[in-house]
């Protein structure tokens, strides 16, 4: 199996769940090429997914240093950071991300460390800068949706949830929220 064909199977048992061959795939591509960022960064989505935030951490901290200039790294990496409750850190790496790419999950991520912070109305600010300045970014909505849901707003929330699902038909979240 080549190197790419073994880095797509670690992601596909990863979205099947199989945790355990996921993380001994990431490693044989660590052997397989140590100076590539990917096995890192596959051993660092699946500690994830086990809620081992140091050791994901450490993981995407090995992949930065193969691939320094990466914005998806320093988005899960900040992710990582948010759960193990370093917000501070979380949103310099949120900030790298969209210095380097303007990485969406990245603002997505930066919202979600100003709720976290207590700041829910520069959230809110942010979020509907976001959807002025990218309209069809469908996730802004569905984010929108979420603050205006859990904030008791629910005639607000359909709104959001409704334009979402115009923008993306098959999305099975928003569907699931409208009862559809």
């Known amino acids: ?18 945790l355990d061959h996921a993380l001994d795939t990431a490693r044989d591509l ?12 596959l051993e660092g989505e699946v500690m994830q997914k086990l809620h081992q935030w140091s050791s994901s951490i450490r993981s995407f901290d090995d992949a930065l240093e193969r691939d320094p200039e990466n914005a998806r790294l320093y988005n899960l990496r900040g992710y990582s ?25 990245a603002h997505r991520n930066l919202v979600l460390y100003m ?6 109305q520069g ?11 990218q309209p069809r970014d469908v996730e802004n ?10 904030g008791g707003h629910e ?3 359909t709104s959001y949830y409704e ?18």
Do not use: C
């Not at 199996?1 to 199989?18: A, S, V």
């Not at 959230?123 to 300045?133: K, N, V």
């Open 123 to 133: 959230a809110m600010g942010y979020l509907l800068d976001r959807i002025r300045s």
């Open 115 to 120: 709720l976290m912070t207590g700041d829910g």
């Open 81 to 105: 950071h948010l759960n193990s409750d370093d917000p501070e850190k979380a949103k310099e790496d949120f900030d790298r991300a969209i210095l380097l790419e303007n990485l969406p999950g």
């Open 30 to 41: 660590q052997k397989m090429n140590p100076d590539a960022a990917e096995g890192y960064t």
């Open 163 to 180: 334009q979402a699902l115009k923008m993306d038909p098959d999305n099975e979240y928003v569907k699931d929220l409208l009862g559809r």
């Open 155 to 157: 005639e607000k929330a």
């Open 1 to 18: 199996m080549t190197f790419e064909e073994k880095h797509n199977k670690g992601y596909q048992l990863l979205h099947e769940k199989d």
């Open 141 to 150: 909505w569905i984010l929108m949706g979420d603050l205006m849901s859990k």
